[in-house]
T-cell receptor
Framework: KAGVTQTPRYLIKTRGQQVTLSCSPI?????VSWYQQTPGQGLQFLFE???????NKGNFPGRFSGRQFSNSRSEMNVSTLELGDSALYLC??????????FGPGTRLTVL | AQTVTQSQPEMSVQEAETVTLSCTYD???????LFWYKQPPSRQMILVIR??????QNATENRFSVNFQKAAKSFSLKISDSQLGDAAMYFC?????????????FGKGTHLIIQP
């Protein structure tokens, strides 16, 4: 089976812009979770989507949003980018939400 | 809220030797999953091993094995016959069955260095 894919792999944006990241899960996986990884805060949970519904959400501002499509692919959007949003964004897929398999990540740099 | 603690920010081991990475966690749940993930310089998070709390038998995957002590809430990873390719950040993670409201809860990681 193909693994989790994320696009794009690298992004450079400026403050105030918005960005959309994409994640395609492993075939048959209905749960997609997103994480932010920074040197200072480590790995933090953003949200989880299951069967097109947001099932859980971490402690992030409303500028961070996401959605999931009927084919389980997921997108994450960050509006009004801030310097502190520079991070590695990791997507993970799973069958039910517990054992998660990660994609290669999208490295976002905000200038 | 659950917490995961990795007390060793960095470990170093000679190639072909054995190393043990420590992890403790705190939860009031009786059923849950524990994981070790490896993150090499490529930054891809790779699942190394998984342990289900209701299983008493320690999980093993080739050179990787765990010592799961449920009462002590301890979950250590042993890497036997260390190889240069094992050099990476290792993260311990916890989640209840079906995932949880907080997704995977990660420790801060242990940087493993393999000395040739």
């Amino acid at each position: 089976k193909a693994g989790v894919t994320q696009t794009p792999r690298y992004l450079i944006k400026t403050r105030g812009q918005q960005v959309t990241l994409s994640c395609s899960p492993i075939s048959g996986h209905r749960s997609v979770s997103w994480y932010q990884q920074t040197p200072g805060q480590g790995l933090q949970f953003l949200f989880e989507y299951f069967s097109e519904t947001q099932r859980n959400k971490g402690n992030f501002p409303g500028r961070f949003s996401g959605r999931q499509f009927s084919n389980s692919r997921s997108e994450m959007n960050v509006s009004t980018l801030e310097l502190g949003d520079s991070a590695l964004y990791l997507c993970a897929s799973s069958i039910q939400g517990d054992t998660q398999y990660f994609g290669p990540g999208t490295r976002l740099t905000v200038l | 809220a659950q917490t995961v603690t990795q007390s060793q920010p960095e470990m170093s081991v000679q190639e072909a030797e054995t190393v043990t990475l420590s992890c403790t966690y705190d939860t009031s749940e009786s059923d849950y999953y524990l994981f070790w993930y490896k993150q090499p310089p490529s930054r891809q998070m790779i699942l190394v091993i998984r342990q289900e709390a209701y299983k008493q038998q320690n999980a093993t995957e080739n050179r990787f094995s765990v010592n799961f002590q449920k009462a002590a809430k301890s979950f250590s990873l042993k890497i036997s016959d260390s190889q240069l390719g094992d050099a990476a950040m290792y993260f311990c993670a916890y989640t209840p069955p079906g995932g949880g409201a907080d997704g995977l809860t990660f420790g801060k990681g242990t940087h493993l260095i393999i000395q040739p």
